[in-house]
């Protein structure tokens, strides 16, 4: 990356944080806060811990399309207002009913679309996927950092007090998006000039997408339903003080971190992929049974549930944005990333809902078997799949030349061993190949280079 690529995606992967962290804030510690609400009951708690997934899936999409349309600074601007609005409203209410209400407008601010099309707008091609690994890693960042300050911040400032927090985050993101992020000089061309609704067809017979689509939406309905049992469990069944519960955090998610590189490293190698998703969705499901077996009164089977689960859902939450991104058409993977991640929030959404309603009725032990069917019929869905063919997707620069040239060198691109699909953005000499790296005639494709070719 050049230094404006640098200084620009930096920036906006700072935006992104601040925003996820004030999502991820409340997580470990408002389940016990709501019982001091007016009006609460447990389906009410997960409700308010989920709405604001049923808000950003909603808003997402037409905050992309009015970016296209307003400009990409004051939509984001915009969403983060909506935002910090909604913090100060959970922040004021003494009802479980106004902090719903405040969640659900913080999920309005739905900025994730027009942030990355603004990374589109400030990088080149080719420097495209580094760009989104930066903010990937920054919102995982984001998670891992609020479930061990939420519990210091609670004994701190109190759940109230992280709703003004994460209002003054919102306002900071702002600040950022106005000093320190450039303005675009231009848009990048699309890929393709399909009406959206076509776009989204596309997308939908894809089968293999289908899988991750679903596998999205249970990994993050179990993370919510978790998070609405989780937090009481340590307190009223294991007798852990809220205050002690970022102890328990830190080495779970440190450890964590350090069960999933080896199982990431294996997935460098193709043939592992399908092996570690399959490992991951096992080492959730195991999970589940230890949490409900430790619950019953042992804390260090508790635990080691704890850390299996999120050994499980890091390797997971790692992997399928990549295979979204390598499966996805060429001309479509804007609409396939969309689905994905719509899928993700109404995940969220309903675990919220679905854990609290069980929550209410058969308590945690209920909520962890509920995952634990989640986990099943995730597993049933994956194993009778076939393998997907995993593509890379390479950006290839053209000498000049006129539209009947170009058209022809695409057209040879395609016979070329090793290329599945290449597509010409026409107006930037840009050629966007789908490559199967093992078989590809290197020699041959860089006839046909007039620069330098990389992953994008």
């Keep these: 990356m050049n230094p404006l690529e640098r200084r620009s995606v930096m920036a906006l992967a700072g935006v992104f944080g601040l925003r996820m962290l004030g999502l991820f804030l409340i997580l470990p510690v408002f389940a016990l806060y709501a019982d001091s609400l007016e009006g609460n009951t447990a389906l009410l708690t997960g409700l308010a811990i989920g709405a604001y997934g049923l808000t950003q899936a909603i808003f997402q999409i037409p905050f992309g399309l009015l970016s296209d349309k307003w400009g990409r600074k004051p939509v984001i601007a915009a ?31 739905a900025i994730a679309a027009a942030v990355i099309a603004l990374v589109s707008d400030l990088t080149r091609e080719e420097q495209r996927t580094k760009a989104m690994a930066m903010i990937g890693m920054t919102i995982g960042f984001s998670f891992f950092l609020a479930l061990m300050l939420g519990p210091l911040l609670d004994s701190s400032i109190g759940v109230p007090g992280i709703f003004w927090l994460t209002a003054i985050l919102a306002m900071a993101g702002i600040g950022i998006t106005y000093l320190v992020v450039p303005d675009p000089v231009s848009s990048h061309a699309s890929l393709t000039r399909d009406p959206l609704g076509k ?13 991750l689509d679903w596998g999205i939406f249970s990994l993050h309905l179990v993370l919510t339903a978790l998070f609405v049992a989780m937090p009481v469990t340590l307190v009223e069944q294991l007798g852990f003080e809220r205050q002690m519960h970022w102890q328990i955090y830190l080495p779970v998610i440190l450890l964590s971190v350090v069960g999933m590189l080896p199982m ?3 997935t460098t190698r193709k043939k592992n992929i399908p092996r570690i998703f399959i490992l991951g969705i096992l080492l959730m499901l195991i999970s589940e049974f230890l949490l409900l077996s430790g619950s019953q009164g042992s804390a260090a089977i508790f635990i080691v549930g704890m850390l299996i689960w999120f050994t499980g859902f890091n390797v997971l939450e790692a992997l399928m944005p990549s295979l979204v991104s390598r499966l996805a058409p060429v001309t479509n993977k804007g609409a396939a990333i969309g689905v994905y991640n719509s899928a993700e929030f109404f995940g969220a959404f309903l675990g919220g809902v679905f854990g609290g309603l069980i929550m209410g009725i058969y308590g945690s032990a209920g909520v962890f078997l509920m995952s634990a069917a989640v ?17 890379e997707t390479e950006v290839l620069r053209l000498p000049a030349g006129t539209l009947e040239e170009t058209d022809e060198i695409v057209r040879q691109l395609g016979t070329v061993t090793g290329v599945a699909e290449a597509i010409h953005v026409a107006g930037q000499g840009i050629v966007y190949l789908k490559v199967d790296r093992e078989t590809l005639d290197r020699d041959a494709l860089a006839k046909y280079a007039s620069g330098s070719r990389e992953q994008a």
Excluded at 375 to 391: D, G, I, R
């Design 375 to 391: 986990m099943v019929v995730w597993l049933l869905v994956m194993l009778p799949a076939s393998p997907p063919k995993l593509l």
């Design 79 to 109: 969403g983060l207002l909506i935002f910090a609005i909604g913090s100060v409203v959970a922040a004021m209410s003494d009802t479980i009913t106004g902090v719903i209400i405040g969640r659900a407008l913080q999920g309005m601010g």
């Design 199 to 211: 776009q989204f067809r596309d997308i939908l017979k894809d089968h293999h997408l289908l899988r």
């Design 264 to 266: 990431i490293f294996l």
